[in-house]
């Protein structure tokens, strides 16, 4: 592990000095027995996750007719525009389909504004609509919004083609 090695000079005698070696390959292999083991015992990110919370199974197969009052869709649209309405496929036009900022604020006043004028407030649903221009991180964030207004019922779905037709005239 560590020697001594002794040098001596020739010419007059001086005491001797003496060179301490220190082998550190021992050292080494310590070193990465230490680095693998805290790579294996630690966590380098923690996985970030949402709870989605599923409706119950319709049990007695009977279908649940939502009103367009019952109901408010979202739909996310290009550059952080967001679209929303309580329309049904024949009265859905460019004066129905209104624009909010993109706010916490915003949205959770326009879910508990509908929700309070539902007529069913116990089928009250929020659908949320993403376009092909819409980003991962807006349908996430209205994703939050939802969840944090309490509203038990809400759906994910595409785009309707009278909705498109609406949505497309709108946002050019």
């Known amino acids: 592990m560590a020697e001594v090695i002794q040098q001596e000079k020739h010419g007059k ?8 070696r220190v082998d550190m390959t021992p050292m080494v292999d310590l070193g990465f027995l230490l680095i693998t083991f805290f790579m294996f ?3 380098f990110s ?6 989605v919370k ?3 199974k319709n049990i007695t197969g009977t279908k649940t007719e939502i009103n367009e009052k019952n109901q408010i869709t979202f739909i996310l649209g290009k550059e952080n525009r967001i679209f929303y309405h309580q329309s049904s496929a024949g009265k ?9 900022e993109f706010t916490d604020a915003g949205i959770t006043k326009i879910i508990t504004e509908a929700y309070k ?9 929020v659908i949320i609509e993403p376009t092909q221009d819409a980003n ?5 964030d209205i994703f939050d919004n939802v969840s944090a207004s309490q509203k038990l019922r809400y759906g994910i779905s595409e785009l309707k083609p009278w909705e498109k037709t609406v ?3 709108i946002s050019q």
């Open 46 to 51: 923690k996985p970030n996750t949402m709870d």
């Open 136 to 140: 991962y991180k807006n349908f996430v």
């Open 117 to 125: 004028n539902a007529p069913l407030q116990e089928n009250f649903t």
């Open 41 to 43: 015992t630690t966590n």
């Open 92 to 100: 859905l036009n460019s004066e129905n389909l209104k624009e909010t």
């Open 167 to 169: 949505y497309q005239n």
């Open 13 to 20: 005698r001086r005491s001797r000095q003496a060179s301490i």
């Open 54 to 56: 599923l409706p119950a």
